[in-house]
């Protein structure tokens, strides 16, 4: 942590942050921190004076924020100056130590006080809202008055979880949508089998009823609808097709799923054909079998992942386990890697998982 004031006092356990006689804030960031899209900051707090702020993304004019002051919660959005998004929630400051945390996951954040969410839904996040570093920050229109006493501390990056119904889930819209709201504080994105490439080369398909459906979940929730579209070798799959069905049916992106990763020449020029489109395209390499995945980001402008690597390894977990003892519920200690979840469950893969075969 880097403290706006070079040092970072403790003592008996606790930290003491307070701003500067001339200062209005004081702030703990994380290092390196500013590449981080998926994360959290949690801070478990005994004393404030003035506000109490939780930062994510935070930059010059931009910045994702949970805090509170004597009367309201607040969970904002800022971009370019302007305050894009505004929840206040009116509350009474408690007279005990408690726990305030910030989860940014996909397109939208949550603030939660002692492990409850406390709004109906995340805030929207644009998709081209700049990184910036994520810490706290006690703050007070009077210089030398914000101070906070922080008994527990603690930040960092969240997994991305995407999940792939299979065709036989998509035919029970209840059922699929009671078994994703098990997700809906840990997945990313949604990313239903709707296109496929045909023996010709050439790439079609159309979602089904649950469209609609599943488009509403993924708004409500702040997920992204990335669905999948299978290719083989040789794809007559351009630019424009993916931008054009993106259109017509309100689609956030796309999951390229190859048997085989395709050539850096062949996600090149995908990645020029895109550059101005505002979609967030993955190259996956999986087949039914795969346990760990490849992923590449063709789209590097709204981005899913950290800008550090070239291609990511992905575990692909079977639906029966991930959901399994609700682990899919919070961010656990079992969900620390980035991974798929499958609907559609191959035998290698429950294997893997100790999963008995399937009847």
Same mark, same amino acid.
Not at 32 to 40: P, V
Not at 176 to 189: N, P, V, Y
């Given at each position: 942590?880097?403290?706006?004031?070079?040092?970072?006092?403790?003592?008996?356990?606790?930290?003491?942050?307070?701003?500067?006689?001339?200062?209005?804030?004081?702030?703990?960031?994380?290092?390196?921190?500013?590449?981080?899209?998926?994360?959290?900051?949690?801070?478990?707090?005994?004393?404030?004076?003035?506000?109490?702020?939780?930062?994510?993304? %935070?930059?010059?004019?931009?910045?994702?924020?949970?805090?509170?002051?004597?009367?309201?919660?607040? #969970?904002?959005?800022?971009?370019?100056?302007?305050?894009?998004?505004?929840?206040?929630?009116?509350?009474?400051?408690?007279?005990?130590?408690?726990? #305030?945390?910030?989860?940014?996951?996909?397109?939208?954040?949550?603030?939660?006080?002692?492990?409850?969410?406390?709004?109906?839904? @995340?805030?929207?996040?644009?998709?081209?809202?700049?990184?910036?570093?994520?810490?706290?920050?006690?703050?007070?229109?009077?210089?030398?008055?914000?101070?906070?006493?922080?008994?527990?501390?603690?930040?960092?990056?969240?997994?991305?979880?995407?999940?792939?119904?299979?065709?036989?889930? *998509?035919?029970?819209?209840? %059922?699929?949508?009671?078994? #994703?709201?098990?997700?809906?504080?840990?997945?990313?994105?949604?990313?239903? @089998?709707?296109?496929?490439?045909?023996?010709?080369?050439?790439?079609?398909?159309? @979602?089904?009823?649950? *469209?609609?459906?599943?488009?509403?979940?993924?708004?409500?929730?702040?997920?992204?609808?990335?669905?999948?579209?299978?290719?083989?070798?040789?794809?007559?799959?351009?630019?424009?097709?993916?931008?054009?069905?993106?259109?017509?049916?309100?689609?956030?992106?796309?999951?390229?799923?190859?048997?085989?990763?395709?050539?850096?020449?062949?996600?090149?020029?995908?990645?020029?054909?895109?550059?101005?489109?505002? #979609?967030?395209?993955?190259?996956?390499?999986?087949?039914?079998?795969?346990?760990?995945?490849?992923?590449?980001?063709?789209?590097? *402008?709204?981005?899913?992942?950290?800008?550090?690597?070239?291609?990511?390894?992905?575990?692909?977990?079977?639906?029966?386990?991930?959901?399994?003892?609700?682990?899919?519920?919070?961010?656990?200690?079992?969900?620390?890697?980035?991974?798929?979840?499958?609907?559609?469950?191959?035998?290698?893969?429950?294997?893997?998982?100790?999963?008995?075969?399937?009847?």
């Amino acid at each position: 942590w880097i403290s706006s004031s070079g040092e970072i006092p403790t003592r008996m356990g606790r930290l003491y942050l307070r701003a500067e006689k001339t200062q209005t804030e004081a702030y703990l960031r994380l290092c390196g921190s500013e590449g981080l899209r998926n994360g959290f900051v949690q801070g478990t707090l005994e004393e404030v004076h003035g506000f109490f702020w939780l930062y994510a993304r %935070r930059g010059p004019t931009t910045m994702i924020r949970f805090g509170f002051e004597k009367a309201n919660l607040f #969970l904002q959005v800022w971009k370019n100056g302007n305050l894009l998004a505004n929840e206040v929630k009116p509350w009474r400051y408690p007279e005990r130590t408690f726990t #305030l945390r910030l989860e940014v996951v996909g397109d939208g954040a949550m603030g939660y006080l002692d492990g409850k969410p406390m709004f109906d839904a @995340p805030v929207t996040i644009p998709p081209d809202l700049m990184n910036g570093w994520w810490g706290i920050s006690p703050f007070s229109p009077l210089p030398g008055q914000a101070q906070v006493v922080v008994k527990g501390l603690s930040a960092g990056p969240l997994p991305i979880l995407l999940a792939i119904p299979n065709q036989n889930s *998509l035919k029970d819209g209840d %059922r699929l949508l009671d078994e #994703l709201k098990d997700g809906m504080r840990t997945l990313s994105a949604i990313s239903p @089998p709707w296109f496929r490439q045909s023996p010709d080369g050439f790439v079609g398909g159309v @979602p089904g009823l649950e *469209l609609s459906f599943i488009r509403m979940f993924t708004q409500y929730h702040r997920k992204r609808l990335m669905p999948v579209v299978y290719l083989g070798y040789n794809p007559r799959l351009t630019g424009e097709w993916l931008i054009k069905t993106a259109e017509q049916y309100y689609l956030n992106g796309y999951i390229l799923m190859f048997g085989e990763m395709p050539s850096d020449a062949w996600l090149a020029d995908m990645r020029k054909q895109l550059e101005k489109s505002d #979609l967030c395209v993955l190259a996956m390499e999986a087949t039914p079998d795969t346990v760990v995945a490849k992923v590449r980001e063709v789209t590097v *402008l709204h981005s899913l992942f950290q800008p550090t690597k070239v291609e990511w390894p992905m575990q692909m977990l079977p639906y029966t386990y991930a959901f399994a003892s609700n682990r899919m519920v919070n961010f656990t200690g079992e969900l620390t890697n980035s991974a798929t979840i499958l609907w559609e469950e191959s035998p290698v893969l429950r294997k893997a998982f100790g999963l008995p075969p399937q009847k």
